[in-house]
């Protein structure tokens, strides 16, 4: 399989795995696994072209069960599952790439989930700087992740690295 058909699929399985799995007749249980035979029916791909996709994914976007019968996404769903996040400690600063036609509404209400079941938060700029550039002009908020955990919010970290939040008040962002 070459790379352009890797991206191609792999975006049709997060279609599929985070946000619209009853247009394909897919199955997925509370916590997000599908079969890995339904995906391969639906996508019209072999295991061996998964595994491919699976590896080789820019942001090691989906896993699979140790017994590698079930796939899923590791974050980003809009379909509500729990994903069984333990809350733990954030780093003391983390970062929130968005288009600065947004930046008027985040500043009074906060970053709110939107479509997707978490606000979702890089490690650092450069990360932020790639997530924003997909919404439009950039612009990179800094989240002041350890007053907001000092003071009882909850964070959780994907098993591919994305920090997730429930929302994040504005009092806790500064623009960069
Ligand atoms: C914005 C990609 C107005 C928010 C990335 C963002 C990430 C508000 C947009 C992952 C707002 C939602 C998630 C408010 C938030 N008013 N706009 N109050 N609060 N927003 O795509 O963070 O490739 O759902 O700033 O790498 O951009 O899918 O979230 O601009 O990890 O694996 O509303 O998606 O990963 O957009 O990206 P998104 P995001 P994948």
Redesign the pocket.
Known sequence: MNKEKAEEKGKFI?LLLRHNPAEFNLSIDLHGWAKIEDVLRICEITTEELNFIVENND?K?YEFNADKDLIRACQ?HSIKVDLGFTAITPPSVLY????DR?LE??LI????P???QY??LSVDIPTAL???A??GKVVVLLVDSKKMFDDGLSFYQSTNG?WLTEKVPAKYLKVL
């Open positions: 997060s942001k976007r980003g929130h790439g968005t288009a947004f509404e985040i209400e906060g970053l709110i939107q479509a997707r606000v979702h790639n997530v924003g997909r919404h994305v």
